[in-house]
């Protein structure tokens, strides 16, 4: 990917932390810094009543629903409609230092861990774009189909380095190396990673402790 340089004129009257207008073209071949970037939040399993989160920066959802989430997951799935980056830099930060986990705000009582994982990747020029963002759609609506995804988050790449990060938080390893081996879409792994160069996986544990 050749990223075009930044429009400066365009850079300093757009307020970076409004919404940006979000397409296949403003992913691959971004002209600013872009600090507002929402969640990909599941939607809830039927039944579950959606939480009213007065927020000015509103998350986006899902068309498929959770078959269903536990309570302290509804717990971190209100808070993750604050989710944000803390730098346009991201992409190269270390992870725990990257996005607000400090300002999601859980209740005392309640105490759990989470896994979470994070790609980090360049996007190769000339790459098919379109058909990169269909099968990670398609692969999305599913794993939230199969259950256990709380949210996905994904970037636009670095203009200057092309570097870019995505993330996405499960309830457990379990539902994620579940919805690996049993999405039909997962078989389109090669294809999502081949507009991508120097794919790094990186795992984590994110966690609340009870009176914190």
Same mark, same amino acid.
């Given at each position: 990917?050749?990223?075009? %340089?930044?429009? +400066? @004129?365009?850079?300093? *009257? $757009?307020?970076?932390?409004?919404? =940006?207008? +979000?397409?296949?073209?403003?992913?691959?071949?971004?002209?600013? #810094?872009? +600090?507002? +970037?929402?969640?990909?939040?599941?939607?809830?399993?039927?039944?579950?009543?959606?939480?009213?989160? *007065?927020?000015? $920066? =509103?998350?986006?959802?899902?068309?498929?629903?959770?078959?269903?989430?536990?309570?302290?997951?509804?717990?971190?799935?209100?808070?993750?409609?604050?989710? $944000?980056?803390?730098?346009?830099?991201?992409?190269?930060?270390?992870?725990?230092?990257?996005?607000?986990?400090?300002?999601?705000?859980?209740? @005392?009582?309640?105490?759990?861990?989470?896994?979470?994982?994070?790609?980090?990747? %360049?996007? %190769? #020029?000339?790459?098919?774009?379109?058909?990169?963002?269909?099968?990670? $759609?398609? #692969?999305?609506?599913? #794993?939230?189909?199969?259950?256990?995804?709380?949210?996905?988050?994904?970037?636009?790449?670095? =203009?200057?380095?092309? @570097?870019?990060?995505?993330?996405?938080?499960? *309830?457990?390893?379990?539902?994620?190396?579940?919805?690996?081996?049993?999405? =039909?879409?997962?078989?389109?792994?090669?294809?999502?990673?081949?507009? %991508? *160069?120097?794919?790094?996986?990186?795992?984590?544990?994110?966690?609340?402790?009870?009176?914190?």
């Amino acid at each position: 990917m050749i990223p075009r %340089k930044t429009n +400066l @004129l365009e850079a300093l *009257q $757009r307020d970076p932390h409004q919404p =940006p207008a +979000l397409d296949s073209e403003s992913f691959t071949n971004p002209t600013s #810094a872009t +600090l507002y +970037l929402p969640p990909l939040l599941s939607s809830l399993p039927p039944g579950v009543e959606v939480p009213v989160i *007065q927020s000015d $920066r =509103p998350p986006l959802v899902t068309k498929t629903r959770l078959p269903d989430i536990d309570p302290v997951s509804l717990s971190l799935h209100k808070a993750l409609h604050y989710f $944000r980056p803390l730098s346009s830099e991201y992409a190269s930060l270390p992870y725990a230092g990257a996005f607000n986990w400090l300002a999601l705000d859980l209740p @005392l009582e309640e105490e759990r861990e989470w896994y979470a994982v994070a790609f980090r990747s %360049k996007r %190769k #020029a000339g790459s098919d774009s379109d058909a990169l963002y269909e099968a990670d $759609r398609l #692969a999305h609506e599913e #794993a939230v189909s199969n259950g256990g995804l709380i949210m996905y988050w994904y970037g636009v790449p670095d =203009p200057q380095t092309g @570097l870019n990060l995505a993330t996405c938080i499960w *309830q457990s390893r379990t539902c994620s190396c579940c919805n690996f081996t049993t999405t =039909p879409h997962s078989s389109d792994e090669p294809r999502r990673f081949k507009g %991508k *160069q120097g794919i790094q996986v990186e795992e984590f544990s994110v966690g609340v402790e009870a009176g914190w």
